[in-house]
């Protein structure tokens, strides 16, 4: 059986993501089926799951802006720094003001570097940092370069501390938390963990997999399925006639005369649709556009 879609799933607590796409493709009967970002066990909330052409859609979903909802523990660290790790180092929590909290807080806004946790996907010389990090191997795991968009404390209770995190793809909460707890001198590891949005999408219209049961449930998650065209409302659409949608889905490259007055056109991503139907994910450089005049075209999808 052949679904091709976007399916917002609320991720329980203990679930991995892999495992809970695997649970979507047995209820809905479909073989290609893949998700955008990873979530760990313990944490909760969207998952993008992606079905039959929406996989192609992977790499524009995960580079849109994440938002989670993320509680710190201040004085202990782990060595996952998270609660499911095993606590390395303990320190003393004076009274801390909220001002001071949001000061230190502050130094983390806007472009910022972090290294991935020990225990994390990341790969190191074609291993997995965490197959490595179970067998004692900490190799030097290369920096990355982050943006925090936006970094909001929600509440203070003692050694309590709850945030809420606007951030780039690839951003790792629990070293954000190690790091914010390194700079206010006491250490922190994640306690809990819930991403409400990537991208235009939000968990509120997400659908929980706990209530799944019976016959039911496949109808259930193919009513809750949105558009390919529909997962990336945050792009820009440009639309095609029939003609320009034919000669990309034959293999072919347009001009930017095709996409109608190209003075309107920006540099980045373009939804390339015809009616509500997503034909191509495209993108205009700027070279592009002064030089060759024509569109790069960088996913094609069939009807």
């Not at 695997?22 to 799951?49: E, M, Q, S, W, Y």
């Not at 259930?220 to 000669?247: C, F, T, W």
Request: glycine letters at 10%.
């Amino acid at each position: 059986m052949t679904l091709d879609g976007v399916l917002l799933v609320d991720k329980e607590e203990g679930e991995s993501s892999f495992s809970t796409v695997r649970k979507v493709k047995r209820i809905l009967g479909v073989k290609k089926a893949g998700h955008a970002g990873t979530l760990d066990p313990f944490a909760t909330g969207l998952l993008v799951v992606l079905l039959g052409e929406a996989t192609k859609l992977s790499s524009f979903l995960m580079a849109g802006r994440k938002r989670y909802v993320a509680t710190l523990r201040l004085g202990s660290e782990t060595d996952t720094l998270d609660r499911t790790g095993r606590v390395v180092r303990t320190r003393p929590v004076p009274i801390l003001a909220p001002e001071e909290v949001r000061e230190k807080m502050s130094l983390f806004l806007g472009e910022t570097t972090q290294v991935p946790p020990a225990f994390s996907a990341v790969k190191h010389k074609g291993r997995r940092a965490y197959e490595l990090a179970r067998k004692g191997i900490f190799p030097a795991l290369k920096k990355r370069t982050v943006i925090i968009h936006r970094l909001d404390m929600l509440s203070l209770g003692l050694p309590g501390l709850t945030l809420l995190v606007e951030c780039s793809g690839g951003t790792y909460i629990r070293s954000l938390a190690a790091d914010l707890g390194e700079a206010l001198g006491t250490g922190a590891h994640l306690t809990s963990l819930r991403r409400i949005a990537s991208g235009a999408l939000s968990v509120d219209e997400a659908v929980s997999m706990a209530g799944l049961v019976g016959e039911s449930a496949g109808a259930v998650l193919k009513k809750k399925m949105i558009s390919l065209n529909e997962s990336l409302e945050d792009v820009r659409e440009y639309p095609l006639s029939g003609e320009a949608a034919r000669k990309i889905r034959n293999g072919n490259q347009i001009g930017l005369d095709e996409l109608g007055d190209r003075r309107t056109l920006c540099e980045g991503w373009l939804r390339l649709v015809k009616g509500q139907e997503l034909v191509a994910m495209a993108e205009v450089r700027k070279s592009s556009a002064v030089v060759d005049k024509r569109v790069r075209i960088l996913r094609v999808f069939t009807r």
